[in-house]
Nanobody, 119 residues
């Protein structure tokens, strides 16, 4: 099984930056795509960004486009989310996920890392 561990969350003031990391282990050669999602208090989980493991395809939610940058380092088996110009509404638990089957969903999820943006 693929295991995913997020890190890099924390407390930051509005306008600040954070970089999240998602380290993958296990049969990572099977990963087709990875993504970042978030769940704010009292809200549904929402898509943030995704990247194909080859790096050729990248997608962002409109709410983060221009502020967040997703990337991956295949050699380190790690995906990143560089977050800039953070807003209080970015406060959420951020999860990374891995897609092995290319059927539209994600097969493995990390435990999440808390990001809190103060105003």
């Amino acid at each position: 099984q693929v295991q995913l561990v997020e890190s890099g969350g924390g407390l930051v003031q509005a306008g600040g930056s954070l970089r999240l990391s998602c380290a993958a282990s296990g049969p990572t050669f099977s990963i087709k795509r990875m993504g970042w999602f978030r769940r704010a208090p009292g809200k549904e989980r929402e898509f943030v960004a995704a990247i194909s493991w080859s790096g050729g395809n990248i997608y962002y939610a409109e709410s983060v486009k221009g502020r967040f940058t997703i990337s991956r380092d295949n050699a380190k088996k790690t995906m990143y989310l560089q977050m800039q110009s953070l807003k209080p509404e970015d406060t959420a638990v951020y999860y990374c996920a891995a897609d092995l089957q290319s059927l539209g969903g994600y097969d493995y999820w990390g435990q999440g890392t808390q990001v809190t943006v103060s105003s």
